[in-house]
């Protein structure tokens, strides 16, 4: 949802900051790194229950992981490794977050919460892996109510009120799998529509392959009758060799038999 709607305006916002920090020594691939270790520090910090130093390391590891694509614009080095380094970076950094968050509530007085957040990062995954999966064989699976963007701010509501914790999680696994079967969805009817493109284009095909056999054989007749018009048959210069050559044995052949019976 956040891509759909809110990624042009963020990118609007975040792009002179991306050119500021263009002419300092920054990359875009240290900002992915300065993001992950925030996020695995935030991630320690949640594991001990230390929930508002986990929600300041949290947003400070987001900033990293809004600038790091605008300054690879900037500076021009935008690439497919760039994008699976953050594509990896991101599942990281949830690894670590719902992860501290399942170690919190294993230590809890409630530890059967601790499958909560390891639900929500399994449905996290499953979303990643749909978006990767369908892009790779060249379908769209973008979208949904539930992205990163989305997960986060919820995470991060839930660590300010802590009270509200486990009903956020709750909230974020449910709209986490509304947002899984919405990509099958998506992707499912994508591939049903290009599965439907290439029978009609197959029987299409079949379909001329069929009346071209049922008019082939009529069509080299005409073809033969006019190429045959148009180039009468002519003996070869060997032919013509060889009955001339068979004449003139004939020839000497009667000539000696008659003179051997004068």
């Known amino acids: 949802m956040f891509d759909g709607h809110l990624r042009t305006e963020v990118d609007k916002r975040t792009g002179p900051i991306g050119a500021a ?6 990359s875009a691939d240290s900002l992915t790194i300065i993001g992950i270790v925030f996020s695995i520090i935030a991630g320690i910090f949640i594991a001990q229950g230390e929930f508002g130093f986990g929600l300041v390391l949290l947003v400070f590891g987001g900033i990293p992981d809004l600038l790091d694509g605008p300054l690879a614009k900037v500076k021009g080095t935008s690439s497919k490794r760039g994008a699976f380094f953050d594509s990896f970076s991101d599942r990281v950094s949830d690894l670590f977050l719902f992860g501290g968050l399942g170690w919190y509530f294993s230590h809890s007085n409630r530890p059967e919460l601790a499958v909560l957040p390891f639900a929500v990062y399994g449905a996290a995954s499953l979303i990643s892996y749909q978006r990767a999966k369908a892009e790779s064989l060249g379908f769209n699976a973008k979208g949904g109510i539930m992205e990163r963007a989305e997960r986060l701010v919820l995470l991060g ?6 009270s509200l914790l486990v009903p956020i999680l ?21 591939a049903s529509s290009s599965m439907a493109r290439a029978g ?32 009468p048959r002519r003996k070869s210069s060997a ?18 038999f008659r003179e051997r019976n004068r």
């Open 21 to 26: 920090l263009a002419k300092t020594p920054l």
């Open 157 to 162: 509501f839930g660590l300010l009120f802590s």
């Open 170 to 190: 709750w909230i974020t696994l449910v709209l986490s799998a509304v947002t899984v079967i919405q990509r099958f969805v998506k992707v499912w009817s994508q």
């Open 200 to 231: 009609q284009i197959s029987r299409r095909s079949h379909g001329g392959a069929s009346s071209l056999v049922v008019q082939s054989p009529e069509f080299f007749r005409q073809r033969t009758r006019s190429y045959r018009v148009s180039h």
């Open 239 to 256: 032919r013509s060799s060889s009955s001339s050559f068979s004449r003139w044995l004939e020839q000497r052949g009667s000539r000696s």
